[in-house]
Each structure stands twice: as C-alpha cells, then as structure tokens.
C-alpha cells in the first residue's frame, strides 16, 4: 500500500498555512484523504493515479475545500462518518454514496480500515492503512491540537490519542505538517500536554477565577492575544471535562466556574 502527500496550501488556524492531502494506492484501487482545495500538484496526482474513493477526517473546512470538485471529476464513491451525513454535505458541497463507522473498510488494496478517533472533532476519524495511519488533526510532529468548545471534547480527544498510542503505528500522517515516526513518543507528549493544561486551568478555577476569560488570563504562562478565541474554547472544553468528571461546577449558561 502506497500513500502519497500533496500539501496543500488553504485558509487555516494551522501554523504550516497548508493542509496534506493524501492519495492511498493500492492493487489498482485508491483513496483520496482531505482534498483541501485544488492545486496543480493534487490535480496532477489526481490524474495520474486516478481516485475510486474519497473521504475526509472530518469535515472542518480546511480539510473538505475540493472534495465536491475531485467527487464530480472522478466519480469516486464518497464516505462519510455515519450519522453525520447532513453536516457532510453541508460542509463538502456534496451528498455521500456511502457511509463508514468504527470498524469499516474502505475497499482499497487489502483494505484501509476507519478508527474512531473523535475529540479535535465530533467527527472526526483516522484511516489505517497498512503501517500508516492518517490521522488528520488527531496528532502533529510539534505543537498542540485544539480541543476547543463547542465542538472539541477533551475526553474523547485523550481517549482517541491512548488508544493510537497502543496501536503503535510506524507512521502517523497528520493533517498539518511533516510525517510522524516517533509515534509513541508524539501521542504521549501530546497527553502530557492536555494534563499539563487541565492542572493549569483546574489550579486557576481553585484560585478563584470564576470566568472562562479569567481562566484563560490565569492558565496560560505566554501572550495568547493572537489566538485568544482558540485559547478561551480550549479553556471551556478543559472545565467542561472538569466538570463532568464532578471536579467543578459549571454554569454553562451564565459562563460562570467554581471549586466543587
């Protein structure tokens, strides 16, 4: 099985400033992965090898820009997560032929098999194919992912990151930035962070900062003023997670946290 990148260069929060898309070939058969947009590359690669099925981690826009484009210039049988069909074809322009879950294989070689893997994403899903999972925005080689409210979900995504972790795949083709070959040290450095920033939130709560905006001037040690929507909806996921697991109590309405 042979998977092929092209990064992509689109409007993204991402610091690359580009999305990898990615070609999974196999015995006659091939997959398109996250079709950001069209470029002269993508196009090329696209005519060469052909597409028989296309799909996306999940439906964030900077991962679905082209995926009606490549559907309708290829006839390739579109997937999408089940269940979520209506917000597929809201997001990507077009409507799926068929849908996959946890456990499903899209027919490609000897197969190329759906993991669950939603937390960055309700929808969110890693392809394995062969020794390589394409993990989308589940992991990069530095930096962070955000988990951000109302969509992220701090659980799911550190469930998500210990379960590729058993796994222990040779690579990790992420959708933002270089390949992954360290992949267990990648997923735990990753898990150390989210810890290390629910303590910094958690701390700011007991503290008495009672406000996700508080919070966030409270937890972070570095100028977030760039970023600071993403760092705020980072900051409410984290005390929503907090809060399920009975350490806060949140009012979600009100935007109001205290000490349980």
Do not use: Q
């Not at 060469?48 to 991962?63: F, I, N, P, Q, S």
């Not at 917000?87 to 409507?95: H, K, L, N, R, W």
């Not at 929808?123 to 993990?135: E, Q, R, Y």
């Not at 590729?164 to 992954?180: F, K, M, S, Y």
Request: net charge negative.
């Amino acid at each position: 099985m042979h998977v092929t990148r092209v990064s992509v260069p689109v409007a993204t929060r991402a610091p690359t400033g580009a999305t990898n898309a990615y070609l999974v070939a196999d015995d006659g058969d091939s997959l398109l992965v996250d079709p950001a947009a069209r470029t002269d590359d993508l196009d090329d690669l696209v005519a060469r090898e052909g597409v028989d099925h296309l799909a996306v981690t999940h439906t964030h826009a900077d991962h679905v820009g082209a995926v009606a484009a490549y559907a309708r210039e290829t006839d390739a049988t579109v997937w999408c997560r089940r269940g979520r069909e209506r917000a597929f074809a809201a997001a990507a322009g077009v409507e799926p032929d068929r849908t996959f879950a946890e456990g499903s294989t899209v027919p490609v070689g000897a197969g190329v098999n759906v993991l669950d893997t939603p937390g960055h994403a309700r929808d969110h899903v890693s392809f394995v194919a062969g020794d390589d999972v394409l993990c989308g925005d589940l992991a990069v080689a530095e930096g962070s992912v955000v988990v951000g409210a109302p969509e992220g979900d701090v659980r799911a995504y550190l469930v998500a990151l210990r379960r590729l972790h058993a796994r222990g795949p040779e690579r990790l083709l992420p959708g933002h930035g270089p390949e992954i070959t360290d992949t267990r040290a990648t997923l735990a450095r990753l898990v150390a962070h989210r810890n290390d920033r629910e303590r910094a939130v958690l701390d700011a709560v007991l503290a008495g900062n009672a406000t996700p905006d508080a919070v966030t001037d409270a937890a972070y040690d570095k100028d977030v003023s760039a970023v600071r929507d993403l760092a705020r909806a980072t900051v409410v996921a984290h005390i929503e997670k907090l809060a399920a697991e009975r350490r806060v109590r949140w009012d979600p309405e009100a935007e109001r946290v205290e000490p349980r």
